[in-house]
């Protein structure tokens, strides 16, 4: 009789444990259940400002989109006051794109310090950029601020050694400075990159001529003669080889 009492105070006592659990997993399953919808409601307004910065981002880039395509309508019938008051409508410092694109375009209009301002702004945000130091010399040269132009120069050497074009150009300037070993370094790059090209050979000879290297640059002049026959400023430079 004892063994049967226990018997049944046990499976009472079982039927109330999982009772007790059931109330408890109930508990659980409506609290983790509280706890999601709050948190997907939580989440609603985030994902819809994500999703109206997505739409508006896209809505700014088409507008940018047809100021620069109107921009250059502009431009290529010189409008060029026109065109940056379109593109400045739309103005954003972070855009290293705007910033060329004005660079060029005050260039154009004359507005050489804003140009140089445009495109310092368009190098701090790509240093690695060649296209905008290219674009920076312009207005830097017609200010006459020839260290800057040479300064940018060096910069991207230092990107590109074998820059054709810019290590030609600091040939001429050295050149105008009179520098000769200087101008020989740079054009002597080019030279060895494209042998054919008429432009560096006919430099690379005045320069030779100028160090008084004159075995060395009266074949240059004669190379030049091979590239553009009877050239002036190659025959000009054998009547000064004795």
């Given at each position: ?5 226990n018997n049944i105070?046990m499976k009472?006592i079982n039927?109330?444990?999982?009772n ?8 659980n399953f ?6 999601r919808?709050?948190l997907n409601?939580?989440l609603?307004?985030l ?6 910065s997505?739409?508006?981002a896209?809505?700014?880039?088409k507008?940018?989109?047809?100021a ?8 290529k ?7 940056i008051?379109?593109?400045?409508a ?6 290293y794109?705007?910033?060329?694109r ?14 140089t301002?445009y495109?310092q ?7 690695y950029?060649?296209?905008?130091k290219l674009?920076?010399?312009n207005p830097?040269?017609a200010?006459g601020n ?6 940018q ?5 230092k ?6 074009l ?7 300037i050295?050149y105008g400075k ?6 020989e370094?740079y054009?002597?790059k080019?030279?060895?990159l494209?042998?054919?090209d008429?432009e560096?050979?006919?430099l690379?000879?005045w320069?030779?001529l100028k160090l008084?290297?004159?075995r060395?640059a009266q074949v240059m002049f004669?190379?030049v003669?091979?590239?553009?026959p009877k050239?002036?400023s190659?025959?000009q430079g054998?009547?000064?080889i004795k």
């Amino acid at each position: 009789m004892e063994i049967l009492k226990n018997n049944i105070w046990m499976k009472v006592i079982n039927r109330n444990d999982r009772n007790d659990r059931n109330i408890r997993n109930d508990r659980n399953f409506r609290f983790n259940h509280f706890n999601r919808f709050v948190l997907n409601v939580s989440l609603i307004p985030l994902l819809l400002l994500l999703f109206l910065s997505t739409l508006s981002a896209q809505t700014n880039m088409k507008a940018l989109q047809d100021a620069f395509e109107t921009s250059y309508a502009q431009e290529k019938r010189g409008e060029y006051s026109k065109a940056i008051a379109t593109v400045t409508a739309l103005y954003d410092e972070n855009s290293y794109e705007v910033n060329v694109r004005l660079g060029w375009l005050n260039y154009l209009a004359g507005l050489f310090t804003e140009s140089t301002a445009y495109y310092q702004k368009a190098i701090r945000l790509k240093p690695y950029a060649i296209e905008a130091k290219l674009g920076f010399v312009n207005p830097a040269y017609a200010l006459g601020n020839l260290d800057q132009v040479i300064t940018q120069y060096e910069e991207i050497l230092k990107i590109d050694p074998q820059n054709s074009l810019v290590n030609y150009r600091m040939a001429s300037i050295y050149y105008g400075k009179q520098d000769y070993p200087v101008a020989e370094k740079y054009v002597e790059k080019v030279v060895n990159l494209y042998p054919y090209d008429y432009e560096s050979n006919i430099l690379y000879a005045w320069i030779l001529l100028k160090l008084n290297k004159m075995r060395e640059a009266q074949v240059m002049f004669n190379k030049v003669m091979l590239l553009k026959p009877k050239d002036v400023s190659a025959t000009q430079g054998l009547s000064l080889i004795k």
